[in-house]
């Protein structure tokens, strides 16, 4: 069974920049696209950036395009969101999630989800 575990989210002054981790464990990540999603209180969960199984494919949503970078690492189970020139509105709980229906940002088609980091973006 797919197990994912977040970390790195933190607070961080505007302008600044963290990476968040997606580490897996179970199932060999390599088998999964995998998507970061972020929720705030009152919203529903939305997709920030997604990469295929081998990672030749990303997306990314249209306010974090040029700011945020995914990857992945197949060899060491993890994937990676790089978060640069963080704004108070990308405040959230950062959750990533596999699935197995590819070029999705979804949440619905998401079938295994960590349990979520919290970033905060505060001076």
């Known amino acids: 069974q797919l197990r994912l575990v977040e970390s790195g989210g933190g607070l961080v002054q505007p302008g600044g920049s963290l990476t968040l981790s997606c580490a897996a464990s179970?199932?060999?990540?390599?088998?999964?696209?995998i998507g970061w999603f972020r929720q705030t209180p009152g919203k529903e969960r939305e997709g920030v950036s997604r990469?295929?199984?081998?990672?030749?494919?990303?997306a990314y949503a249209e306010d974090v395009k040029g700011r945020f970078t995914i990857w992945r690492d197949n060899g060491g189970n993890t994937a990676y969101l790089r978060m640069n020139n963080l704004q108070p509105e990308d405040t959230g709980v950062y959750y990533c999630?596999?699935?197995?229906?590819?070029?999705?940002?979804?949440?619905?088609?998401?079938?295994?989800w960590g349990q979520g980091t919290q970033v905060t973006v505060s001076s």
């Open positions: 990469i295929n199984t081998l990672g030749a494919s990303t």
């Open positions: 999630a596999a699935t197995t229906y590819g070029d999705t940002l979804s949440p619905a088609l998401y079938s295994t």
């Open positions: 179970g199932i060999r990540l390599s088998y999964y696209a």
